[in-house]
């Protein structure tokens, strides 16, 4: 089982619907077998994908491809012996929820995580908060 993480930043000016963009993930990952966690503030993007090498390889190319964002660098990417998010096709903030919300569900989610995936995105969180 493989995991990739990376960070990415939306391209200045581009339209960022995220619940578009978790909605074509989850289909686009549920097929392939692939899950994770997907945390965005419409500028910056981290994610963590789960799955089988080619899946993840398939889809991570996918995303890269994708004009909306740019600065795409992979934090880490890894062999893992089973799913750290369990069977989540994608978590990601919804439009009712508040980014207090967001963050509190999302680290439910990470509980099961590595610490260095964990601290990636509380690291991420804790910067959002302070700005």
Known sequence: ??????????????AVDMAAIVGQSIRNNRRVGVTGLLW???????????????AVQTTFDRIAADPRHRGIVVLHDRTIGG?????????????????????????????????????????LVAARRAA
């Open 40 to 54: 965005g503030d419409g500028k910056r993007f981290l994610q963590v994908l789960e799955g089988e090498d080619a």
């Open 83 to 123: 799913r750290e998010f369990g069977e989540w096709s994608m978590v990601s903030r919804g439009p009712l929820d508040s980014a207090d919300a967001f963050d509190d569900r999302m680290r439910a989610v990470l509980a099961g995580a590595s610490p260095a995936v964990r601290g990636t995105f509380e690291g």
């Open 1 to 14: 089982m493989r995991q990739l993480l990376y960070i990415s930043s939306a391209v200045r000016g581009a």
